[in-house]
C-alpha cells in the first residue's frame, strides 16, 4: 500500500473577507501550489468540504473547484457531514492514496458564512440537527452545546473560569499563528464578562463565524519526495457517526469520538501518549475539555485541565499541547474548511514551519472534526513527521508571513 | 481484490408523496433489508446522495440516514453532486468493498422535492449552476438544457419529433415498471402540443419533479452467496468532472460522460457493444440522444434513433435498449435517489426480476448519473449478471409489486 502522505497545504485569510467562496479557494490554492512544478497534473481527483450551499447558493462545489483550479475530467465531489465535512474531503483524499486508486488528490475545504444567505450561520447551521425533532423546538448549536456545558459543569470539577482559561490558551496561541482569525491575546475577565450566549456558555465559549478556504495535497511519500516538499504522513484515519439529537446520547461521554480515535490509534499504531499536539474541534471551550478525555488524553472529568501546562495538569494525563493553532475558537472556524484548517497547523508543526508556535520535538499530531452536536459524525487523523522514503524527503520549510 | 456486488435493493415510491425524506428511505430500507438476517450487522459504513438541504432544511443526512438505518458507530457521509448525488454514493460504496475497507456498505439516496423549501425544486436546482456567471443571469436547468437541444436540433438530422419518441417510448416502458412514478403510456402528440417549457424543450421533453429515496446495498460476491440474495457484480466504475459553465463546454459533445463511460468500460473489461441495456439520464429527452452518443452506443448525430428498436437503427449503432426502468423522464427523477433507481433497474433487469418489462438475456448494464448541465460531472457504472463465486450465487428472483 502506497504511504499517504500531506505534501502542500494552502489556506485564505479567515474571517470577514470581502471575497467569495471559490476566490477564497484560489487563494488558499495558490499558496498550496506555489513553486511546485505542474501541481494541476498531480491530481487525480478533488474533494471539496461544505457545509451549507445557503450562504452563496452554491451546489457542485466539487466540479466548481476542480474547474478553478484547472484541473480536468478527474472525478470531483462535495462531501457534508456539516462542520466535519473538511476532514471527510481529507479522509477520502487520504483513501484514495492508500488505496492506490490516485497517486495525488486534492482536499479542499470552503465556507462564505458572512454571505448571510437565507437566514445566516445560525439558521444554516441549525439544519445539521433533526428536523422533525430538533429544529422544531427552535434549537441553536450554542443551545445544544450549552446542554453539553451544563452537564459538565455539573458532573466533574470544572468550573466556568476553567473554561475561560480554555478560551485564554487558544486566543493567546492564535496570536502566534498567521493564519488565525483573532490575533491578539485576551484574559480570563473578558471571557466571563462576555455576553452570555446560552448559559453557562458566554460569547468568548463560542468559536466565531468566518469565512474561508484551504487546500491540501495528499500523494504518495515516493512523489513528495520528487517534489523535495516537506512531507508528513497520514498514519491512521477513523471516522463514526453517532445519532443526531443529542437527547438519545451521554452527553459527557463522547462514544463516537471516541470510537473514531481507536481506530486512528490502532492503524497508526499508536496510544494516547504518543501524542504531541492535537487539535480536537474547540468549537465551543467545554469541546476541548470533553474531546481530551474521549480521545485517551485526560483522565474522565479532568479534560478541563487542557489549559495548563503539561506539568500542572492531574496525574493520568499525556503531555500533549492542544489547540496550537488557536483552534476552532481563535484560529478560527469557517466550516467547511475547519477540517483541512487542522491538518495545515499539523503540517506546519511537524514540518518546522510553526514559527513562533512552534512545539520542538513534536512527531505526532491527532487531529479531530466533528459535526453535528458533538460526535453527530467524527473524523480522526493521525500525522507523523518525516515519511517513507526517509532518505529523499526534504525538511525545508515554508513560512506564512501575512 | 474482492468483488464489489449489489446484493439487495429497495425503493419508496416515487411523486408527490406524504412522507419526509427520513420516512421515504426508511421505505425504502425496509425493502432492502426484507428477509435479510442481522442485516444492519452487514453495513460497515453509510453514504447517501442528497442534492440540496432547501427542501427540508436538512443537512447531516449521513448520519441521519445511518440512525434510521439504525446502524451505530460507522463512518456516515452525505455526497453531493447535484443529480449525480446517488451515483457518486452507489461508488464510494463500490469503492470501499473492492479496496477491502469494509465488506458491505450501504448506498442512499434521498430527495424530498415537493417540500418547496425556501425556492422549490426550480431553485434548489439552479444552484448547480455558476452562482457569479450563470445563476445571476436567471438560467434554470431547462433553459440551459435547452441551449443542448438546440444545437443538437440544429447540428443533425434530428426534429422536435424525435426527442418526443423517445418520451413516448420511455413512459411505455415505465407502464412496465410498477416503481415509476407514471404508469401510463403516451403518444407522441402528447409530447409536442404539451406546454413549452424553454423552447424546443416542451413540457413532456423534461423529467417530472417528485420525492423519492433509494437503498442499495453493496458487498462482497462470498457474502451475498452466503446470504443466498441474486447478486449482480459491479465491474466498472468512472467519474469524471467537466466544467460547470455550459458556455465553456462543446454541447453537443459530452466530453465528460465519454471519459467516464472510458474509464467504467476499461476497468469492466468490456464494450460498448457488449452492453444490453442501460439508463443514461435523460433528464431532459435530448440527454438521452446525446449521451448514446457520448458513451459509444450510436455515432455521432444518430444518438435521436434511441426510441427505435434496435433492428430499425441506422448502422453503427449497438443493440443496447435505453430506459427500460422509464428512465428520468418516466420513472421518475428525485435527484439524490436516482443514480440509485438506475442501480435497482439493472439489479432487477440482471437478477430476472423485471417483470413484464424484461429484456431476455441481459448480461451487462450501463448506468450513466449526471449532475448539473450534462457533464459538469458524470459517473458511469458497469453492472453483470451473475457474480464469482458462480457456483455460490442464488438465482431466486423478488418480484416488486406496488
Chains 1, 2 share one sequence.
Request: hydrophobic share 45%.
Amino acid at each position: 500500500m502506497p504511504q499517504p502522505v500531506i505534501a502542500t497545504v494552502g489556506a485564505s485569510p479567515i474571517g470577514r473577507t470581502d471575497l467569495p467562496g471559490r476566490d477564497l479557494f484560489s487563494v488558499a490554492l495558490a499558496e498550496a501550489f506555489e513553486g511546485l512544478p505542474d501541481p494541476v497534473d498531480l491530481v487525480g481527483a478533488v474533494y471539496v468540504g461544505n457545509q451549507s450551499e445557503t450562504y452563496e447558493h452554491q451546489i457542485m462545489q466539487g466540479t466548481l473547484m476542480a474547474e478553478w483550479a484547472g484541473v480536468g475530467m478527474v472525478p470531483a465531489e462535495r462531501v457534508e457531514g456539516c462542520a466535519a465535512a473538511g476532514a471527510l474531503a481529507l479522509r477520502h483524499a487520504v483513501k484514495d492514496v492508500r488505496n492506490g486508486e490516485h497517486d495525488g488528490v486534492l482536499a479542499c475545504g470552503v465556507e462564505k458564512m458572512t454571505a448571510g444567505g437565507t437566514g445566516g450561520a445560525t439558521d444554516a447551521l441549525s439544519a445539521a440537527f433533526d428536523r422533525a425533532i430538533e429544529q422544531r423546538s427552535g434549537v441553536t448549536a450554542p443551545s445544544q452545546y450549552a446542554l453539553l456545558a451544563s452537564r459538565y459543569l455539573h458532573e466533574t470539577e470544572a468550573t466556568e473560569a476553567d473554561l475561560a482559561e480554555i478560551a485564554v490558551k487558544n486566543h493567546t496561541n492564535a496570536a502566534a499563528n498567521p493564519r488565525a482569525q483573532f490575533s491578539e491575546a485576551i484574559d480570563a475577565e473578558t471571557v466571563l464578562d462576555s455576553p452570555t450566549v446560552a448559559p453557562p456558555l458566554k460569547l468568548y465559549d463560542c468559536a466565531p463565524v468566518g469565512d474561508g478556504a484551504a487546500a491540501v495535497l495528499v500523494t504518495t511519500a515516493e512523489i513528495a519526495a520528487d517534489l523535495g516538499v516537506p512531507a508528513v504522513s497520514v498514519d491512521g484515519v477513523g471516522a463514526a457517526a453517532n445519532n443526531v439529537a443529542v437527547a438519545e446520547r451521554d452527553m459527557t461521554h463522547i462514544e463516537g469520538a471516541a470510537a473514531a480515535a481507536e481506530t486512528a490509534y490502532a492503524e497508526a499504531g499508536l496510544a494516547p501518549e504518543d501524542i504531541d499536539i492535537a487539535e480536537v474541534h474547540d468549537a465551543f471551550t467545554v469541546c476541548e475539555a470533553l474531546l481530551s478525555e474521549a480521545v485517551g488524553f485526560a483522565p474522565e472529568g479532568l479534560g478541563y485541565q487542557s489549559h495548563l501546562s503539561p506539568e500542572a495538569r492531574d496525574d493520568g494525563w499525556t503531555d500533549v499541547e492542544l489547540s496550537t493553532s488557536g483552534g476552532l475558537k481563535a484560529r478560527g472556524h469557517p466550516i467547511g474548511a475547519t477540517g483541512l484548517l487542522q491538518a495545515i497547523e499539523a503540517y506546519e508543526q511537524l514540518t518546522g514551519a510553526a514559527g513562533g508556535r512552534a512545539l520542538d520535538g513534536a512527531e505526532h499530531a491527532l487531529l479531530l472534526n466533528e459535526g453535528g452536536v458533538a460526535d453527530a459524525v467524527t473524523v480522526v487523523h493521525i500525522l507523523s513527521a518525516g515519511a517513507e522514503p526517509d532518505s529523499g524527503v526534504a525538511t525545508g520549510t515554508k513560512e506564512v508571513t501575512r
